[in-house]
Nanobody, 126 residues
Framework: QVQLVESGGGLVQAGGSLRLSCAASGRTLSTYAMGWFRQAPGKEREFVAATSWSGGTTYYADSVKGRFTISRDITKNTAYLQMNSLKSEDTAVYYC???????????????????WGQGTQVTVSS
């Protein structure tokens, strides 16, 4: 089983940038599709971005499209979420997750992801 550990969260001013990392251990990420989700206080966990195991297919929530970029480095067994032009509404705990395949009709469903990291806090001050 793969274990996931997020890092890179923190406090940033609106308009700033952060890059989250999701380091995997136990198994190579090359056989997993990866996703990023977030959960703000009092709200349900929501989909942010996903990428296929090859990195050739990506999906984004409308709220982050054009501002966030998901990527992966197989040599480092790490996935990333580059977040630019951050807004106060991006404040949340961000989680990375892994699943065996990425389907166009279910990439946004958190229950389809079998492995999760512990989360990293992102706070955007306005």
């Amino acid at each position: 089983q793969v274990q996931l550990v997020e890092s890179g969260g923190g406090l940033v001013q609106a308009g700033g940038s952060l890059r989250l990392s999701c380091a995997a251990s136990g198994r190579t990420l090359s056989t997993y599709a990866m996703g990023w989700f977030r959960q703000a206080p009092g709200k349900e966990r929501e989909f942010v971005a996903a990428t296929s195991w090859s990195g050739g297919t990506t999906y984004y929530a409308d709220s982050v499209k054009g501002r966030f970029t998901i990527s992966r480095d197989i040599t480092k067994n790490t996935a990333y979420l580059q977040m630019n032009s951050l807004k106060s509404e991006d404040t949340a705990v961000y989680y990375c997750a892994a699943r065996s395949t990425l389907n166009s009709d279910s990439y946004y469903r958190s229950q389809e992801y079998g492995r999760w990291g512990q989360g990293t806090q992102v706070t955007v001050s306005s």
